[in-house]
């Protein structure tokens, strides 16, 4: 069986490398393994290193829910933040055919500025076919919605509403096409434990997601939830925000303007959605 190595980062879910993928396994008799290199968003944006690494874990995550439902055998891993070690310690450990690399044009890639598919070649041996795909031109075949919430994070009115985007012709984009979903929960604190604790959400969030048949990933974000998510729009791209948070003057979100700010920090739209814990009708059970 022929290995084709996958390397490839903000372009992921881009329609050309979807279509190479495609295409070389409507040929047969192949399996692919991608590999995310941690990126690093724009000079004066400071981010955890925890946060970059778990970006690149939601974009394999979600690449792998996407290409297996379809059939495709794959599998994937974060990489180096180095593009060319990322690539060059898979090639080691997996001994592929061929490899493809996925980029940004070449005025807007950081690794095309690094030479990095020549250096790929001249080390792998290997062919390697460079796909240049413009995000923000050509945009992504699915429909990305990136979800704010942290003690609501598995309220019902705003699963119901996650469910509602998702459905055919729920959201901004024609019937049809696939929506991905993307959860950030911000720690409470900065405590020792806060981190746990955000997790525990973020999993009992994903598990309701999943279950309801919902491509989705996340990651915990920074204890300010302006913070964690300007951090997320600097390393997705995505459609649309929603934002979760307890009712009114309960909500120390609301207190602070969450809402307001984000509005004006992004061209996307953002909705807000308010759960009522006090309501057990609302609410779910977060995980331990």
Request: hydrophobic share 45%; no cysteine.
């Amino acid at each position: 069986m022929r290995e084709v190595l996958v390397v490839a980062n903000r372009t992921l879910g881009g329609v050309k490398l979807l279509d190479a993928v495609r295409a070389r396994a409507a040929a047969g008799d192949v399996r692919f393994r991608l590999v995310v290199p941690q990126t690093k968003p724009a000079a004066g944006l400071v981010i955890y290193d925890e946060a970059v690494r778990e970006s690149a874990q939601a974009r394999v995550d979600l690449a792998m829910s996407a290409v297996t439902g379809e059939g495709i055998d794959a599998t994937g891993e974060v990489g180096d933040p180095d593009p060319f070690l990322a690539t060059m310690d898979a090639v080691a450990e997996r001994r592929p055919d061929e490899i493809i690399v996925s980029t940004h044009p070449a005025t807007q890639s950081g690794w095309l500025r690094r030479d990095l598919i020549e250096r790929i070649e001249n080390a792998s041996g290997l062919p390697v076919e460079h796909i240049v795909t413009d995000i923000e031109q050509e945009g992504l075949p699915v429909k990305v919605t990136l979800v704010i919430a942290s003690k609501t994070a598995s309220g019902e009115e705003l699963i119901e509403r996650l469910k509602q985007k998702a459905a055919p012709g729920g959201g901004t984009r024609p019937a049809g096409l696939g929506h991905l979903f993307i959860a950030v929960v911000p720690q409470q604190n900065r405590a020792g434990t806060a981190p746990r604790e955000a997790r525990a959400r973020l999993a009992a969030m994903l598990d309701r997601l999943h279950a309801a048949g919902l491509l989705s990933s996340g990651m915990i974000g920074d204890p300010d939830p302006y913070t964690a998510t300007l951090n997320a729009l600097e390393l997705f791209r995505v459609d649309d925000v929603v934002i979760s948070t307890l009712p009114g003057e309960r909500s120390g979100w609301m207190r602070s303007d969450l809402i307001e700010r984000v509005r004006h920090a992004t061209a996307a739209k953002v909705e807000h959605v308010v759960v009522d814990l006090r309501d057990p009708a609302t609410a779910a059970p977060v995980a331990s």
